[in-house]
């Protein structure tokens, strides 16, 4: 017998459910498929040609100000990890309090997600994102001006150019009124924002958030990585204090798994295009570049930093962190025709973690304070991780990474950081 | 006998936009005049937004995106036309514009009072959350797009795709309706509507027979994600 590569297991599982159930699959947790990835690049630690820093000892500072371009009142932070937007109704009320609990034990931020600003997020995050998004469901001055940034959001990498909709069943009586709409409607988040259409719009755009907000607050503009050197050039010259960069690995928005994927592109290609666009503008480093998606170690960490960004953001990583798809809910997910490490339909509200859902038996599952320690530990780890490699090569700050210190194992993976493969000099296409 | 207020004017030749808004939201801590007069606003974006005082506004000129965008309890009258996104996510008090409006004004709006004596463009009241809009002259396509509550009111005639997707949003048209959007449908005009629609004429000061409208609303087929639906 012999499998076809054509048509694996998975392909044909899934021609056997489309032929059974007539519709596409939705799922969250973003592009399972290998890609090329941060995986596919390696430090090159210090030795004779560089002097590394001692591991366990010598100062290797981890702070980052995000939004001194035009902001005010730029937000510092102690690590360069930030907490993804994601909302409540995705989210439970004790899964938000716990990402910031979490967020704010170690100095940094969470994000709101798509249906406003709960009490759980701002009382317990030292410093908020909160998020303005195509559906604005939630969206208030008050919240503008309580939040301490400002995120517009354009696209994410699990769908760039798609919107989402959180389905009837997570849509509590708590949720609805924060959205204006009745309990147990679906409700579409449009993929077009509904008061401006292109780039000098949204300029004018930035502009009245400013204006509405003194200038004080920085503004953060989110795109999903596809056409990311012109996308980062426009939101620059559209005024953006930083730029978020979604990869495709981003996962936790749910959506068709033929959207996750077949559009966008791995964060790996994306990266070394953003940071050529700001460099081409003089702003590299002025206008702050935060990247997403599939951001789970600290090698990620350190090596996204290298390539250029100023800080890093996580979402599954941190759900995973605050408790979900462990091991001792197998049984539970076992009942939902799922496994531990395999749970990915977030947006059908049945977590058992009681992370991704409305239900109030189960969101009550999660204690907030023991999945804010998780995600501390967790974040921690990222930090002393991504310390470790920048020590090794030499590095008294994260920042001072540098594509210099990296090469790469493959030659599309060499192709996409602009670095060289491993052990020559070649970097293709260069 | 009582004094009238003092009017604060401001000259946007003169003075910073900044410093505008600024001042209207109070930066000081002093007591906002209770009257301010804009002058020469020339198509300036971003005027008089995110105000959150009983305070009233006469803009003398035209404006451009955003006008009064997030109002909150403040009264803004434009006596000339408006451009992108007037009152765009207004939460209370009323906007008023004497001329035209640019493409989706009121986008959003979640209370209050939104009114353009003119005609008003593409996307009028686009996913609309609670606020009250009257457009006495005519609206562009795909108005109250997503439209989830409130009210539109179209004295003239109403583009292509009115309502398309539209959630609990109540839609009035008094002229034509050039097609409906997908889930919108025509609906009895019944008495609670005809009795809304006079309380809402009224309140923008529009000088119309709401007998003579026609109310549009959801058809609530896209409510449940359904397979047909793709």
Redesign the interface.
């Known amino acids: 017998m012999r499998e076809s590569a054509t048509f694996d297991r998975a392909v044909i599982a899934e021609i056997q459910r489309a032929a059974r159930e007539g519709i596409y699959d939705i799922r969250g947790w973003g592009a399972k498929r290998r890609l090329p990835h941060f995986d596919d690049l390696l430090f090159l630690g210090a030795s004779v040609s560089r002097y590394p820093l001692e591991g366990y000892r010598e100062r290797c500072a981890t702070d980052v100000v995000l939004g001194d371009r035009f902001a005010s009142e730029p937000l510092a932070l102690q690590i360069p990890v930030t907490i993804a937007g994601m909302s409540f109704g995705a989210l439970s009320a004790p899964a938000k309090e716990a990402l910031g609990r979490g967020a704010s034990a170690v100095g940094t931020a969470t994000t709101t997600g798509d249906g406003g600003m709960t009490e759980e997020e701002r009382g317990h995050s030292d410093t908020l994102i909160y998020q303005l998004l195509p559906s604005r469901y939630g969206m208030n001055p008050d919240d503008l001006r309580r939040a301490d940034a400002i995120e517009v959001v354009i696209g994410q990498g699990a769908k760039p150019g798609g919107g989402g909709m959180l389905l009837g069943q997570k849509i509590s009586d708590r949720v609805a009124a924060m959205r204006d709409l009745p309990r147990g409607v679906d409700q579409r988040s449009a993929c077009r924002h509904p008061d401006w259409t292109g780039p000098d719009d949204l300029e004018i755009k930035l502009g009245e958030l400013r204006e509405i907000t003194d200038w004080k607050k920085p503004i953060f503009v989110k795109i999903g990585a596809s056409r990311t050197y012109y996308d980062v050039a426009l939101a620059v010259k559209a005024g953006a204090d930083v730029i978020v960069l979604d990869g495709m690995q981003g996962g936790t928005a749910a959506t068709q798994e033929v959207f996750i994927e077949h559009v966008g592109i791995p964060l790996l290609a994306a990266l070394p295009q953003a940071v050529e666009a700001l460099q081409e503008l003089g702003v590299h480093r002025k206008v702050q570049l935060v990247v997403s998606g599939g951001i789970r170690t600290g090698a990620d960490v350190a090596k996204a930093l290298a390539l250029g960004a100023d800080a890093v953001s996580i979402g599954v990583a941190a759900l995973i962190a605050l408790g979900d798809n462990a091991p001792e809910l197998a049984d539970e997910y076992a009942a939902l025709g799922s496994a531990p490490g395999f749970y990915d339909d977030w947006q059908a509200g049945r977590d058992p973690a009681g992370i991704a859902t409305q239900d109030d038996a189960l969101a009550a599952r999660l204690d907030p304070e023991l999945g804010g320690r998780r995600l501390a530990n967790f974040l921690r780890t990222l930090t002393l991780e991504t310390q470790t490699l920048a020590r090794a090569c030499g590095k008294s700050h994260v920042h001072n990474l540098e594509p210099e210190d990296l090469v790469a194992l493959t030659v599309e993976a060499a192709a996409m950081a602009r670095v060289p493969l491993a052990g020559t000099s070649w970097v293709p296409g260069t | 006998m009582a004094v009238a207020a003092e009017v604060e004017t401001v000259d946007l030749r003169e003075t910073p936009?900044?410093e505008l808004?600024?001042r209207l939201?109070g930066?000081g801590g002093d007591p906002l005049p209770p009257r301010w007069r804009v002058t020469h606003p020339d198509g300036a974006?971003?005027v008089a937004?995110?105000i959150?005082a009983p305070v009233e506004v006469d803009v003398d000129g035209h404006v451009?995106?955003?006008c009064a965008?997030?109002n909150?309890h403040a009264t803004v009258r434009v006596h000339g036309n408006a451009g992108?996104?007037l009152a765009?996510?207004i939460?209370s008090g009323t906007v008023v514009v004497d001329g035209y409006a640019g493409?989706?004004c009121a986008?959003?709006g979640?209370g209050g009072l939104v009114v353009v004596r003119g005609h008003a463009s593409a996307?009028c009241a686009?996913?609309l959350?609670?606020a009250d809009v009257v457009v006495a002259g005519d609206t562009g396509p795909m108005s109250a797009?997503?439209a989830?509550?409130g009210v539109l009111v179209v004295c003239g005639d109403a583009g292509e795709a009115l309502g398309d997707?539209l959630?609990?949003a109540h839609l009035y048209v008094r002229g034509q309706v050039r097609s409906l959007g997908a889930d919108c449908v025509e609906k009895a005009l019944r008495g609670e509507h005809v009795a809304e629609l006079e309380a809402l004429l009224a309140r923008a000061d529009v000088d119309a027979d709401p007998a003579a409208f026609r109310r549009y609303g959801s058809a609530r087929r896209?409510?449940?994600?359904d397979?047909d639906d793709?």
């Not at chain 2, 896209?222 to 994600?225: M, P, Q, V």
């Open positions: 936009l900044r808004n600024r939201h930066a974006h971003a937004v995110g959150d451009g995106y955003y965008g997030m909150q992108v996104g765009e996510n939460m493409q989706s986008a959003t979640r996307r686009i996913s959350k609670g797009f997503m989830q509550k997707s959630y609990e896209l409510y449940a994600f397979v793709a």
